[in-house]
């Protein structure tokens, strides 16, 4: 197990998942310039650790994030404020390793921008969420990248110009989640999803990613022409060769032994 000494977010790792959990409770986990720099460095420090194949975002509290700190957002120059939020959402984004995020409580505004942005993103049926932008005069302008990536553009539409609260059912059915469950199952569901991620090969895993982030081309004869030369050079990868050799041989490729051992 390792850990970060940091103050406002929690890091741990556990059997090669890293855990990075919001834990400013005073303001609510809002997203102050402390808050985003140390997810930033426990990201960094995710990416780097070899032994992390899957990262966990969750929370202390009441609430998974209350959206941006308003003490700062107001100052004249909180450039630096919106620039690292800009360089969180990018870099989750393009995290070559899976990322989850888990809620079990209230979600605001750039809160939100973050779940958006996760690979995978599981509440409690209890949890909230409101883009709360435009109730103190501002626009949901960066979050609305990932935003409109996930959600039904209808939904999207209708909730960042009302504001209002949605529960996390509605939060499923629009597509900012991809599932809710009740509280007590929030662990063992986030805990099973970790377990199949880990299954998959790093490499494979990574190139999948980075393959569903690709812009897809309109004509499906030419979008089928670009994905030949990727499945050519994954399938004949060392990782591959070496999970058909253990497939054909009915035994574990090297990868889920390496997760055995860990647990």
């Not at 426990?42 to 959206?67: K, W, Y």
């Not at 003490?71 to 404020?81: M, T």
């Not at 509440?123 to 409101?130: E, I, R």
Request: charged content about 25%.
């Amino acid at each position: 197990m390792a850990a970060l000494r940091q103050e406002l977010v929690g890091y741990r790792v556990q059997d090669q998942v890293a855990t990075i959990t919001l834990s400013s409770l005073a303001n609510r986990n809002a997203l102050s310039k402390g808050l985003l720099r140390e997810l930033l460095d426990a990201l960094h420090t995710a990416q780097e650790d070899d032994s992390v194949r899957a990262i966990v975002i969750g929370h202390d509290g009441p609430a998974f994030s209350s959206g941006g700190d308003l003490s700062e957002l107001r100052q004249d120059n909180n450039d630096d404020g919106l620039s690292l939020l800009l360089e969180l959402l990018r870099m989750i984004w393009n995290l070559p390793k899976p990322v989850i995020a888990k809620i079990d409580g209230a979600a605001r505004a750039g809160g939100i921008g973050i779940i958006a942005t996760c690979d995978i993103a599981v509440a409690s049926t209890t949890a909230s969420f409101a883009f709360t932008e435009t109730r103190i005069g501002s626009v949901p302008a960066l979050i609305s990248a990932p935003v409109m990536r996930r959600m039904n553009p209808r939904e999207a539409q209708r909730l960042m110009l009302t504001g209002e609260l949605f529960d996390a059912r509605m939060a499923e059915q629009s597509g900012l989640l991809t599932n809710c469950v009740e509280p007590d199952e929030l662990d063992a569901t986030v805990d099973q999803l970790v377990k199949y991620l880990t299954l998959g090969a790093p490499e494979a895993v990574a190139g999948a990613k980075k393959l569903l982030h690709m812009n897809r081309d309109t004509d499906f004869g030419t979008d089928l022409d670009k994905m030949l030369p990727i499945s050519q050079r994954f399938f004949g990868a060392p990782e591959a060769r070496a999970g058909m050799d253990a497939f054909l041989n009915k035994r574990k490729p090297y990868w889920q032994v390496k997760t055995e051992a860990s647990q």
